[in-house]
C-alpha cells in the first residue's frame, strides 16, 4: 500500500519547546517508516483569537484557510500540544476553532476533519506528561468529527527524555511512540 501523507502541527511556538522536539523525533519515526512528512510551525499561520463579528466582517482569515488546505493535502495529521492549566493550549485551540469555520467549494464547514486520520501527543516537565491536555484535545477533535487513534504519547519528565543524539531513551516512551505512529499509518492508509 502507498505512504500516507502525514502533517506534524507542534503547539508551542516557544524557542526550546519541548513539543517542538517531540514533534521534530516523531517526525523522524514517521520518515524512517517511509511516510512523507511536512513539519511546519504554527508561527508561519498566526491568527487573531476567534471572534464572530470578525469572520462576519472580514470571513475566515487567510491563514486558516491555507493550514486547512494544507492538512487537506495530508491523509493524516499529528498535533504535539502542551499543556497549560490542565488543557491545550489557547494557541491549540484557536486554531483549530478557525479552521473548523473553513468551508471551502462544496464541502461542508469543518469538513477537513472528518477525512483524515489524527493522532495527538504531549510533552511537559511534569510526571503527567501532558495527560490532561490529551484528553482534552481528543475532546475537541472527536467534537469536530475527526478520527483519533487510540495511541498516544504522553511524554513525561521531558527535559530528561532524551539521549546526547536526541532520541528517546526510555523503552516505554519508544514502544509508545512507535504504537502511535504504527496506527496512525494504518489510519490514514484507510483514508488514501
Ligand atoms: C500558562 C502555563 C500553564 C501550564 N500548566 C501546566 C499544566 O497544567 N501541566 C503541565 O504538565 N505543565 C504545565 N505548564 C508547563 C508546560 O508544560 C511547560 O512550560 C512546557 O515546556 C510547555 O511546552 P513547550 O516547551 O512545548 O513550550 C504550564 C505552562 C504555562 C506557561
Known amino acids: 500500500m502507498a505512504a500516507p501523507k502525514i502533517l506534524v ?3 508551542s511556538l516557544r524557542t526550546g519547546s519541548l513539543n517542538a522536539k517531540l514533534a521534530a523525533a516523531i517526525a523522524h519515526e514517521l520518515v524512517a ?3 512523507e512528512v511536512t513539519r511546519i510551525s ?3 499561520f498566526p491568527l487573531p483569537i476567534y471572534d464572530g463579528d470578525l469572520q462576519a466582517k472580514s470571513g475566515v482569515p487567510k491563514h486558516a484557510v491555507n493550514l486547512k488546505r494544507m492538512m487537506g493535502s495530508h ?3 499529528l498535533i504535539v500540544t502542551p499543556e497549560y492549566n490542565s488543557s491545550v493550549p489557547a494557541l491549540v485551540k484557536n486554531t483549530i476553532d478557525w479552521i473548523s469555520r473553513v ?3 462544496q464541502e461542508t464547514r469543518g469538513q477537513v476533519f472528518r477525512d483524515r486520520a489524527f493522532a495527538i501527543a504531549a510533552a511537559s516537565g511534569g510526571r503527567l506528561g501532558g495527560t490532561r491536555a490529551l484528553s482534552a484535545l481528543r475532546l475537541i477533535l472527536t467534537a469536530c468529527h ?3 487513534v487510540p495511541n498516544q504519547l504522553a511524554l ?3 527535559e530528561e527524555a532524551y539521549d546526547d543524539k536526541d532520541r528517546l531513551k ?4 519508544i514502544d509508545a511512540l512507535g504504537a502511535m505512529v504504527r496506527q496512525l499509518i494504518e489510519f490514514s492508509q484507510r483514508l488514501m
Open 9 to 11: 502541527i507542534p503547539g
Open 33 to 35: 517508516a517511509g511516510v
Open 42 to 44: 504554527l508561527a508561519d
Open 75 to 77: 491523509q493524516g495529521v
Open 103 to 105: 468551508q471551502d467549494g
Open 146 to 148: 475527526a478520527t483519533v
Open 156 to 158: 513525561s519528565f521531558a
Open 170 to 173: 526510555h523503552q516505554g516512551d
